[in-house]
């Protein structure tokens, strides 16, 4: 079993619309979360950090649940330029500089 | 400020062959570490540094080899390529735990590398 798990996708959404998508996590003693966006042939960059009470970053809203052990990510009135993979880290307590990487969720936003 | 720079961003090898991924990055970051992406996986950490002159293992190591004698610099040496090896490769580097931002990687343009 995968430490971190994310569902592939692709997510086709017509722009405008609001897309969500979770990560499952198999440390329950994780401790910082973050979603990273990349682009096509490109290198992943940190979109939003994850806190316990939840986070908004303009269109975009992160959540927690621990007792559930997943994280969420929902993009509101998409934008063309948010097609990219999102990709969910974790970074387990007991290891040190290991961040763990899900394979990433591909969103896809049509005209 | 260029952050993370790495060399080349393509390279073609023979099996057997050998070579270095170039990494630097001029933030002045502690920890540096590198990282291999494959299809449907997740990124994977090969080696990782905490300062200079401490090196330590990630998940798939074998097959790499790492130094780290500068802060700025973190090369990652593949000595005799395998076609397993054909991948995407990611330097990324952070400042140290006790800074702002310490969770928060900064990554390279990656490094496409091919063995046939």
């Known amino acids: 079993r995968k430490e971190v798990e994310q569902d592939p996708g692709p997510f086709n959404v017509p722009e405008g619309a609001t897309v969500a998508f979770n990560c499952t996590y198999s440390n329950s003693a994780s401790q910082s979360f973050f979603w990273y966006r990349q682009d096509c042939r490109k290198e992943p960059k940190l979109l939003m950090s994850?806190?316990?009470s939840g986070n908004e970053d303009g269109r975009f809203t992160a959540q927690l649940n621990r007792a559930s052990q997943y994280i969420s990510l929902l993009i509101r009135d998409s934008k063309l330029s948010d097609s990219a993979t999102y990709l969910c880290v974790v970074n387990p307590t007991d290891s040190w500089g290991k961040l763990q990487f899900g394979a990433g969720t591909q969103v896809v936003v049509t005209p | 400020n260029a952050g993370v720079t790495q060399t080349p961003k393509f390279q073609v090898l023979k099996t057997g062959q050998s070579m270095t991924l170039q990494c630097a990055q001029d933030m002045n970051h502690e920890y540096m570490s590198w990282y291999r992406q494959d299809p449907g996986m997740g990124l994977r950490l090969i080696h990782y540094?905490?300062?200079?002159?401490?090196?330590d293992q990630g998940e798939v190591p074998n097959g790499y080899n790492v130094s780290r004698s500068t802060t700025e610099d973190f090369p990652l040496r593949l000595l005799s390529a395998a076609p397993s090896q054909t991948s995407v490769y990611f330097c990324?580097?952070?400042?140290?735990?006790?800074?702002?931002?310490?969770?928060?990687?900064?990554f390279g343009a990656g490094s496409r590398l091919t063995v046939l």
């Open positions: 994850v806190y316990s």
């Open positions: 540094s905490v300062g200079a002159g401490i090196t």
């Open positions: 990324a580097s952070r400042p140290g735990w006790e800074a702002s931002g310490a969770n928060v990687l900064t």
